[in-house]
């Protein structure tokens, strides 16, 4: 049996159903009903080796909060699920990634104590369907429900499609780094004994 998650997650806002590999190949089926974001979400599975199935029933005639802050929770549920006592794991993971001219650093530690800092600014409302301040929104989500560390940063960039993509692949790279295990590392890698 591998490191998997299997959520499901239904309230009066959304109905999602997530399941999660974290030992996959890239491989993803992304429902969500808009459009730019299941292209982020194919793009994180896909550069970060997980498999990753995704479907989503969200009040998008509200507008899209909901299923991208909800679809947040449940995927940062599975990252914690999946990556279970954490025993062997290398636990920090970083990358900065260029994506065309903007430049972006992910850096993450599943250390069990969530805190969340995102420094990127955007100059366009919306990218497709994806209003870019959910961006943050669906990001704050993932590292508190998966009770994770995450640094998000923004060094440069003009082009709002660029820099977020940049971000969802940076997250992914980062994310397969900290899930990686080590041998050396005989029980969880921490002083105090537990993560």
């Known amino acids: 049996m591998g490191r998997t998650a299997e959520i499901a997650r239904v309230t009066n806002e959304t109905d999602i159903r997530l399941k999660l590999n974290l030992d996959g190949t890239g491989k993803a089926a992304v429902r969500t009903g808009i459009g730019f974001f299941d292209h982020m979400l194919n793009s994180f599975a896909r550069h970060g080796l997980f498999d990753l199935e995704v479907e989503v029933k969200g009040d998008l005639e509200v507008d899209t909060h909901h299923t991208i802050e909800d679809?947040?929770?449940?995927l940062g549920a599975a990252i914690k699920e999946a990556v279970g006592?954490?025993?062997?794991?290398?636990?920090?993971?970083?990358?900065?990634?260029?994506?065309?001219?903007s430049l972006i650093l992910c850096a993450i530690d599943l250390s069990g104590r969530p805190y969340?800092?995102?420094?990127?600014?955007?100059?366009?409302?919306?990218?497709?369907?994806?209003?870019?301040?959910?961006?943050?929104?669906?990001?704050?989500?993932?590292?508190?429900?998966?009770?994770?560390?995450?640094?998000?940063?923004?060094?440069?960039?003009?082009?709002?499609?660029?820099?977020?993509?940049?971000?969802?692949?940076a997250f992914a790279k980062a994310l397969d780094e900290a899930t990686q295990t080590d041998p050396r590392i005989m029980d969880v890698l921490s002083t105090k004994g537990t993560l």
């Open 116 to 169: 969340f800092v995102f420094d990127a600014a955007f100059t366009a409302e919306r990218v497709g369907q994806l209003e870019t301040e959910m961006v943050k929104e669906f990001f704050y989500a993932v590292s508190y429900a998966a009770e994770m560390n995450l640094h998000i940063r923004k060094l440069s960039g003009e082009n709002n499609h660029h820099i977020i993509e940049g971000i969802f692949k």
């Open 71 to 74: 679809t947040g929770i449940v």
């Open 85 to 101: 006592d954490k025993k062997s794991l290398k636990r920090y993971g970083n990358m900065i990634l260029p994506m065309d001219e």
